[in-house]
């Protein structure tokens, strides 16, 4: 893991040492129209980009990283704080740190950007003090690349190798800084190594401004916008990524993937939107069941609660290329659910306790079958003997209460099966819901991390992890528990809404 912070921190951060290695630089005037409300960086962009992602200053863009590292920590491994003790092993600097970067000359109240011709990125920022930079580079000088330079309008375009053949370039203009990554297959052939800066530098257009009000529209006033054009993207990466091509080919009408992060003292909130064609939107919204109409309150009060509500037996086959491009298909997890006939799926932890292994859940699938889940109960001991018809509001069910040990509670019918582990788990996921719901999401995952305690987190973290249950949780999943409960709440979902496919993701802490 630690390996792989190393080789992403590289080539952010050593641009950033040499790249005052080009001593100044003329004066740039020429560059592109843009929105009004769009950064300043974006003048840089070229005409039809395959990408960009933009916000009005590095500080508060390394703070929404530092937010999203912490939020992410408990599954990652890494937070903000290790990813500075490496960046600043690594070359001298914290790059989450806004005055350590101010320090040799970032302009970190200006405006960044990162965009792409085609698939390689470049980033551009505003140097506030280049003499800092040369100072820093002085003193960094013995961790130096080996470099060469050619001269591009009047402005000398660096370029240095890296590891796994990766190309880094770099150009100061004016009190601006290019930094661009050239990888292998990247496209870029020995012609037109320099075709990036002379996209970005010279006379362009601005057809990338409808995207980015769009972008910026459905993020509100976010710190981070951006946007994807997807089939660009996906055409000029082509045999790189076939399975990700093939996804793409599913629906034509795909268009692009917005973005927007925002983050203050209280929380950190991200929304991304991939644009569908006019009928996809409609046909995805007709596959998504609707949980019981209890199941909202219910997981809105738990710890954990998890939702997949996307009917599985319609759309399997056609998201099976997508699934594959994300590494989420298995052979075995697709026979498992052959099996099972599951057709969607829920589940809620409300406690637990790591001692004794005492929980109390639920769950609630649509299946097309019961058969499987019929077997999985005759497997309860002495199930004959204590079982004990129950009606849980209309739905005709049982509870089984083993003596010493757990009770247990279900609905089997045709098409769902709901049970509970605990007395009272079933009958509200069936209580009429209090307020209009509206749609529900495809996909949901609620978390409310003091509801347990650190050892019941890390427990659990274990299990999901290692698949083991028993023993002491080890150092990872105690560190992981730790940054979980720094966070008074988290919540992710994907939606269908219109004619976007919309994931939001809030941690509050």
């Not at 919204?285 to 939702?307: E, Y």
């Amino acid at each position: 893991m630690r390996r792989a912070v190393v080789t992403a921190v590289i080539p952010v951060i050593i641009p950033m040492i040499w790249a005052a290695a080009a001593c100044g630089g003329h004066a740039s005037s020429v560059s592109g129209p843009q929105p009004s409300a769009a950064p300043e960086a974006t003048r840089w962009v070229p005409e039809r980009p395959s990408y960009l992602v933009a916000s009005p200053a590095i500080a508060g863009a390394q703070r929404d990283l530092g937010e999203a590292l912490d939020a992410l920590a408990a599954v990652t491994g890494i937070d903000a704080h290790e990813l500075s003790g490496v960046a600043q092993g690594l070359v001298g600097v914290d790059i989450l740190n806004a005055d350590a970067l101010a320090g040799i000359g970032i302009d970190v109240h200006a405006s960044w950007a990162v965009f792409s011709d085609a698939v390689d990125p470049t980033f551009v920022v505003h140097l506030a003090a280049p003499d800092k930079t040369a100072a820093f580079l002085d003193h960094q000088r013995a961790r130096g690349l080996q470099s060469q330079a050619v001269t591009v309008d009047q402005t000398q375009i660096f370029s240095a190798p890296l590891i796994g053949g990766v190309t880094i370039q770099w150009a100061i203009a004016g009190d601006w800084l290019w930094i661009h990554l050239s990888t292998p297959r990247g496209g870029a052939t020995p012609d037109d190594a320099t075709a990036w800066f002379r996209a970005s530098h010279g006379a362009h257009g601005g057809a990338w401004a409808d995207s980015w009000a769009w972008a910026a529209r459905g993020g509100g006033a976010a710190g981070v916008t951006g946007f994807f054009d997807l089939h660009n993207t996906v055409a000029k990466l082509g045999e790189r990524a076939a399975n990700a091509a093939a996804c793409v080919q599913l629906a034509p009408a795909i268009g692009r993937l917005g973005i927007a992060v925002h983050s203050d003292e209280h929380q950190i909130a991200t929304r991304l939107a991939l644009e569908l064609g006019p009928s996809d939107g409609a046909a995805l919204a007709r596959h998504v069941l609707a949980p019981p109409s209890g199941w909202p309150a219910a997981a809105g009060s738990a710890a954990l609660a998890v939702a997949w509500n996307l009917d599985l037996v319609a759309v399997r086959a056609y998201l099976q290329p997508c699934l594959a491009a994300a590494g989420l298909v298995r052979q075995d997890a697709l026979a498992m659910l052959d099996d099972s006939g599951v057709r969607a799926a829920r589940g809620l932890l409300a406690s637990f306790n790591p001692d004794n292994l005492a929980a109390t859940a639920a769950i609630a699938l649509d299946v097309t079958r019961p058969d499987h889940f019929n077997r999985l109960l005759d497997r309860l001991p002495l199930r004959s003997t204590l079982e004990q018809p129950r009606t849980f509001a209309g739905h005709r069910g049982f509870a089984v209460d083993i003596p010493f040990s757990f009770s247990v509670e279900y609905v089997v019918e045709p098409n769902l099966v709901v049970g509970g582990l605990g007395e009272g788990m079933v009958a509200p996921l069936f209580a009429p819901a209090s307020t209009s719901a509206g749609a529900p999401p495809i996909f949901a995952l609620d978390l409310a991390p003091p509801k347990l305690s650190r050892a019941a987190w890390a427990t659990l973290i274990q299990a999901i992890a290692e698949r083991l249950l028993s023993g002491s949780p080890g150092p990872s999943a105690k560190r992981a528990a730790d940054h979980l409960l720094r966070w008074r709440a988290a919540h992710v979902a994907i939606a269908s809404e219109g004619n976007e496919l919309v994931l939001t993701a809030r941690g509050e802490r």
